[in-house]
């Protein structure tokens, strides 16, 4: 599989830094965790679209990194139990 980007689907995005850092030291408001392919020539910037259809424009990119290791997790292992389902068919084959 290609390169993808972790992203966050957050509740509040505008409690967010652009680094990727929550506001005041806290834990990101992630209502849901995505997968979307990487943009064209790019590994770090999201394309347009998540695996499951969702717009990445208003979605936050993770600064975890997946391991790339077959079997390892593709998200932050805190955020497991908000993972999309349909983005975890795709990325979790990866």
């Not at 979605?59 to 077959?70: F, L």
């Amino acid at each position: 599989m290609s390169e993808f980007v972790v992203v966050y689907e957050l509740d509040a995005p505008e409690t967010a830094h652009d680094s990727g850092e929550p506001a005041g030291g806290g834990e990101l408001p992630v209502r849901r965790v995505h997968a979307a392919p990487a943009a064209p020539g790019m590994t770090a910037v999201p394309g347009p679209r998540t695996f499951c259809g969702r717009d990445t424009f208003a979605m936050q990119r993770a600064s975890w990194q997946p391991a790339g290791q077959p079997g390892s997790a593709w998200c932050d292992p805190r955020y497991a139990s908000r993972v999309c389902p349909a983005c975890d068919d795709v990325a979790g084959d990866g």
